[in-house]
């Protein structure tokens, strides 16, 4: 008489450590974390484009004292 298969169990072993299922999760959350790094420096960047192209805005910027 031969056993059956009742289930398996793919991506990892559960026999050994669970570094392998860990590290799956490490890669998503680093690629979803660069993907957020971009996403926010573009939406800072386009903000300060707009900013410097509106010349005459009151405490923006550098102002410049002209010599007497």
Known sequence: MTGK???VKTGYN???SSIGVDMVAFFTIGAGMTVLFNLVATIIDGIQVKQRARPGDAGQGT?????A
């Open 14 to 16: 559960p026999n050994s």
């Open 5 to 7: 298969i009742l289930k």
């Open 63 to 67: 102002t410049e004292v002209k010599p």
